[in-house]
């Protein structure tokens, strides 16, 4: 089963909800997707045991071959290459800006002159680790670098089957979170009662509706704010899961690096029943199809 944990934006806890879920199970697998700030291993603290370079494959064009026929700017969906028609027996030339290529290859497939080869563009680092039983695996994106989805499928390859896989997906809504929740037979969303994290579980609901995975509300420092995230939940019918509210001690053993279920070991089987009611939920989705 793979589980994701997104919010529709940063710092209403979802690392923290991820990490400790993860901790108060067995046989579990953690993929850090948000590789543009990972955190999850200052929590897990794994040992890392391989690190591999992310990349993405860019067009490079060899203008002896080249027609300058235009196919590859049209296929392009990214707008990553431009054809300079030749002028007045100037020849033309081809652009190609590797900071917007998504290395989908298609210019390449498609060029008639098979003038197009590929080379790796250096994105980021995939390091794989482990904790105990647990197997860890996160991507660091380059300081810089704008293209987070290439890197984040690239880690989603190293999803295991046989394990109950926790996915840290990005915060917000846009193509990096998308990427890291597609897929998911269940996605936690970390909110907190406040208008903005009532914004942003709402543009986040419509994402996961859209791309039709079931899930379920937490809601983070559940005491202090106002109700209309509940109520909102109430409305739309989406099951809160679970609540935690603010707590001094939970913050500090946070700016400590420490997990909630070592300061407080009651939150141990509080993230267990979250799991079971997620496994409830899902099979109850699995019946109606
Ligand atoms: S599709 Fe191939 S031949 Fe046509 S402009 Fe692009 S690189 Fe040149
Ligand atoms: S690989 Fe895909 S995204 Fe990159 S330039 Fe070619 S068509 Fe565009």
Redesign the pocket.
């Known amino acids: 089963m793979i589980i994701s944990v997104a919010s529709g934006k940063g710092g209403t806890g979802k690392t923290t909800v991820a990490v400790n879920l993860a901790l108060s199970l067995k046989n579990i697998q953690f993929l850090d997707c948000d590789v543009e700030e990972p955190n999850a291993h200052i929590f897990l603290k794994p040992l890392i045991k391989e690190k591999t370079e992310a990349y993405i494959p860019v067009?490079e064009?060899d203008e002896a071959?080249?027609?300058?026929?235009?196919?590859?700017?049209e296929v392009c969906a990214y707008h990553a290459?431009a054809?300079l028609p030749g002028n007045n027996g100037q020849k033309g030339s081809?652009l190609v800006f590797p900071h917007l290529c998504h290395g989908c290859g298609a210019?390449s497939l498609?060029?008639?002159?098979t003038?197009?080869k590929e080379a790796n563009r250096d994105t980021g680092v995939i390091e794989i680790g482990e904790r105990n039983n647990m197997q860890f695996v996160h991507g660091r994106l380059n300081v810089g670098e704008a293209m987070s989805p290439p890197l984040v499928r690239q880690l989603k390859k190293y999803i295991n089957p046989t394990r109950t896989v926790i996915i840290d997906a990005p915060p917000g809504t846009s193509c990096p979170v998308i990427t890291a929740v597609k897929g998911s037979d269940f996605c936690l969303l970390v909110t907190e009662p406040t208008p903005f994290g009532l914004n942003d579980l709402i543009l986040a609901v419509e994402v996961l509706r859209k791309l039709k995975i079931p899930f379920g509300v937490v809601i983070n420092r559940s005491d202090i704010g106002d109700g209309k995230v509940e109520e909102y939940c109430k409305q739309e019918n989406m099951p809160i899961l679970m609540k935690i509210p603010f707590s001094r001690e939970i913050a500090v053993s946070y700016s400590e690096g420490m997990p909630i279920i070592k300061k407080d070991a009651s939150y141990q089987d509080k993230f267990i029943n979250l799991y079971l009611n997620i496994r409830a939920i899902k099979s109850e989705a699995n019946s109606r199809y």
């Open positions: 067009p064009i071959k080249c027609a300058h026929c235009g196919r590859c700017q290459i054809v081809v210019c498609l060029c008639p002159q003038a197009i």
